[in-house]
């Protein structure tokens, strides 16, 4: 049973449109990252937040942002849609680099 | 390039069979590295850490190679449960904490 809650569990939004994911991290985890993973893919990362502050990104567009809340849950925002940008999106929780612990993710899907 | 490759398969085996995945990762300054596992539709979840001492987990065997920078993991009597994509990770501890680097999976299918 995974600590990392991701709500909702599956979308479908019009290509455009701006859509916000959340997660809720293991109690006491103070890292949050988000990864992307396309089909047939590995996830790829986003970025991360450490105390509530971005501390590291991947090669996503400025359209994809973040938020870090005081208890540690996470928002991932996107805006303006595009297809590709169908995917599962991951959070993942850690007290420290080596364990992370994943939610079931949001799968997102663009039409 | 890539900083985790990895062969996609698939691999198919019957079960009892004995099979070998292996990675290979770009960044020398790569810290960690991991095999996780991720069922169809399911989030990737920790099989087990990898070390240079090589570690072994029952019936997996997995091992680290920091000179040739590669990566491997050993099934042995394979299970139908086996089945799955599996997931080599490298992760670095610079100023990301420990940003996790995922090849593109291994998927395998264990048969009776």
């Known amino acids: 049973e995974t600590g990392v809650t991701q709500s909702p569990t599956h979308l479908i939004k019009t290509r455009g449109q701006q859509v916000t994911l959340r997660c809720s991290s293991q109690?006491?985890?103070?890292?949050v990252s988000w990864y992307q993973q396309a089909l047939g893919q590995g996830p790829q990362f986003i970025f991360q937040y450490y105390r509530e502050e971005e501390n590291g990104r991947g090669n996503f567009p400025p359209r994809f942002s973040g938020l870090q809340f005081p208890n540690y849950s996470s928002e991932l925002n996107v805006n303006a849609l595009e297809l590709d940008d169908s995917a599962l999106y991951l959070c993942a929780s850690s007290l420290g680099p080596d364990g992370y612990t994943f939610g079931s993710g949001t799968r997102l899907t663009v039409v | 390039r890539k900083e985790v490759e990895q062969d996609p398969g698939p691999f198919n085996v019957p079960e009892g069979a004995t099979v070998a995945f292996n990675c290979t990762y770009s960044n020398s300054a790569s810290q960690s590295f991991f095999w996780y596992r991720q069922d169809c539709r399911k989030e990737p979840k920790l099989l087990m850490s990898v070390y240079s001492s090589g570690n072994e987990d029952g019936r997996f065997t997995a091992q680290l190679n920091r000179a040739s920078q590669y990566i491997s993991l050993l099934i042995r009597d394979s299970k139908l449960s086996d089945s799955a994509t599996y997931l080599c990770v490298s992760a670095d501890r610079g100023s990301t904490l420990g940003r996790l680097y995922f090849g593109r999976g291994t998927q395998l299918t264990v048969w009776p």
């Open positions: 109690s006491g985890h103070n890292t």
